[in-house]
């Protein structure tokens, strides 16, 4: 079961068992190391075992994704030079979602970051 909060985020309200969690948790933290594999190589492993970490792995795919396409929006905007401003704001973003993102999964919350559209459901 869901709530919403504030800015319409949703927020897990079900229990969820320490290993889905530290699942969750890792699917962030490596993406700093390996940026697709490792997070997509724990999403297959534990998708099926855990709802919660299932979520978390389509949360940061849509994550990705999304901001793959922003990155791709700001450097093709370099030519207008507003991608110099652009680039610098969504690489901060990006590293700013992803360690929130870690650790509300650690504290078993539902986290989609702003601007991620939801590709996978």
Known sequence: MSEFDKNGHSTIIEETDNEARLMAMLIYILSFFTSIIGPLIIWLIKRDESPFV????????????SYFIWTIVGTLSLFILVGFIILPIISILIIVFTIIAAVKSYNGEDYLAPLSIRFIK
């Open 54 to 65: 299932d979520r978390a792995g389509k949360n940061y795919f849509n994550f990705f994704l």
